[in-house]
């Protein structure tokens, strides 16, 4: 039996175009989703930000919790990625993908 891929989609992409399709393949098993906390929080807020109606915005965070396989980032105790990753809200989401031992990081974060 082959295994899945895995990936840990990044905020920008669970609020992007593709993220309707991205969830359904998810749901249908064409890849294991991992997310954490921390990422469901920071969608939430983005959503806040972005003007998302309170209906709207749960029913996005309650197909993403449908799906995906919840990590704790906060398990990473050592290491540093202040050399790669500018931005220091981006370190939970790479430590995210590290505890679900992922084979992708998908973002639209070019930086």
């Not at 954490?36 to 929080?41: L, T």
């Not at 709207?56 to 449908?66: F, G, K, P």
Request: avoid cysteine; aromatic fraction near 6%.
């Amino acid at each position: 039996r082959q295994r899945r891929i895995s990936a840990v989609l990044d905020t920008n992409v669970l609020l992007g175009a593709q993220r309707r399709r991205l969830l359904i393949l998810a749901e249908l098993g064409a890849y294991r989703l991992v997310g954490s906390q921390y990422i469901i929080d920071e969608v939430r807020g983005v959503m806040a930000r972005l003007g998302w109606s309170r209906n709207a915005a749960d029913a996005q965070v309650q197909a993403l919790l449908r799906v995906a396989e919840l990590v704790d980032p906060h398990l990473v105790t050592s290491g540093s990625y202040e050399l790669w990753l500018r931005d220091p809200k981006d370190h939970p989401i790479m430590a995210t993908a590290l505890i679900g031992g992922v084979d992708y990081l998908v973002t639209a974060n070019t930086r």
